[in-house]
């Protein structure tokens, strides 16, 4: 059964701190994302990594960076949190052959920022 | 630029109902087009897709979506609706931009099914 999971279910930071948030998959998957998902604004793609060591913005990468040392692991880190960086986080992955590849979603990370 | 329209944050059914959830795309070519449901306190997973193979496709649970060109249109349908089919519903279209295959969801539909 293929996995995506996440390090943590619940969040909650203070502001101004450092926030790693880690993603594995077992699926040897090429492609990784992290979104953002935040009430009536459905998934907001952050970045996005297409192979280890490679990593692209996405729709809003402001505050936000990633590192792909390897293949099974992409992490997301908040440099310096704050509150309206308060939202659930999404990771994914997928085979990156064609476009017809669907996404496998980790079960989220709720982060509040206090 | 690709983009998505979901037609409804909210959409209540009576058990047993026709469940119809609807989904508009734009894409300035033929695209891939998907249909994910979310659970409480979960991620996304696959419903069904369309990958130009058949204008109908079925997914589980008992969904399916059907393609239609003319009308840009992508939307999720079932019979019969159940209490376990109470979910928040995501569309989304792939294509392929710069090189990538970028993905963009929709804003999400919540489905309520009232017994």
């Known amino acids: 059964d293929v996995k995506v999971t996440q390090s943590s279910r619940y969040l909650v930071k203070r502001t101004g701190e450092k926030v790693f948030l880690e993603c594995v998959q077992d699926?040897?998957?090429?492609?990784m994302f992290w979104y953002r998902q935040d009430p009536g604004l459905g998934l907001r793609l952050i970045y996005f990594s297409y192979d280890v060591k490679m990593k692209e913005k996405g729709d809003i990468p402001e505050g936000y960076s990633v590192s792909r040392e390897k293949k099974e692991r992409f992490s997301l880190i908040l440099e310096s949190a704050s509150t309206n960086q308060t939202s659930m986080y999404l990771c994914?992955?997928?085979?990156?052959?064609?476009?017809?590849?669907?996404?496998?979603f980790g079960p989220g990370t709720r982060l509040t920022v206090l | 630029a690709q983009s998505v329209t979901q037609l409804g944050s909210h959409v209540s059914v009576s058990e047993g109902a026709l469940v119809l959830l609807r989904c508009n795309y734009s894409s300035s070519v033929p695209p891939y087009l998907f249909w994910y449901v979310q659970y409480p306190n979960q991620g996304l997973q696959l419903l069904l897709k369309?990958?130009?193979?058949?204008?109908l496709v079925k997914g589980i649970n008992g969904f399916e979506a059907e393609f239609k060109k003319s009308e840009t249109s992508f939307h999720l349908t079932k019979p019969s609706a159940h209490m376990s089919d109470a979910a928040e519903y995501f569309c989304?279209?792939?294509?392929?931009?710069?090189?990538?295959?970028?993905?963009?969801f929709g804003t999400g539909t919540k489905l309520q099914v009232i017994p």
């Open positions: 699926m040897d998957h090429e492609n």
């Open positions: 369309y990958t130009s193979a058949a204008t």
């Open positions: 994914a992955s997928r085979l990156p052959i064609t476009g017809s590849n669907e996404q496998f």
């Open positions: 989304a279209v792939s294509e392929t931009s710069g090189g990538y295959q970028k993905v963009t």
